[in-house]
């Protein structure tokens, strides 16, 4: 696949283009925010580092989000930074945190392609491979989420949601009644192997709660998990 691998120190960008190349990726290699950008299009995943010469990591990934729905990996060297990746809606799909192993690296970017493929609306559009259903949607009073389009909307209004957003809220819309444990959340938003912290997962909740303009779309079950809700009518 084509990997757009945005690192400004020449050492790490070298050693990372060859084993990705040995994995039999292409890639395109961007030193600079500039470069990244004008490199974008193309481009079926990204690696981006957070730490670069002319612009804030975080402003590339918010960026990148505007122009294009490609998986992007945040590849940073300070936990302090995922915060504000995820918090603040820039639209990472998942991230690394330096020193990462390359075996590591390529679990993630396989974990954020399959995902992207499974609602067929993947890099390079709708993969026929992946057996994504035609029709898919699912609703919930006035929300409505469209599974193979990955469309969500309120009261018929488009919701824009970070692709984790929109995995955590499919899985609460699929099965309305049922209390998703955080384990199950996470072994499918993110990856059966995730490692991080569990509070990534009470920010992507945040974010979603906040987008669709009621706490009580989530409703928490303390110390097990989370199901949709019925806010009151507007
Ligand atoms: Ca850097």
Redesign the pocket.
Known sequence: MRVLLV???EHVADALCAALRQQGHDIVSAPTAAKALASLDGCELVLL?L??PDLDGIEVCKRMRARTSVPIIVLTARTDEIDKVLGLHAGADDYVVKPYSVHELRARMEAVTRRSCRCGVGPGGHDPSCGATAQEIVTAGPLSLDLRSRDVTLDGLPVQLTRKEFELLAMLMEQPDTVHTREAIIARVWDENWFGSTRTLDVHIGALRQKLGSYEWIETTRGVGFRLGTPPAA
């Open positions: 690192e400004d120190d580092d730490g670069l």
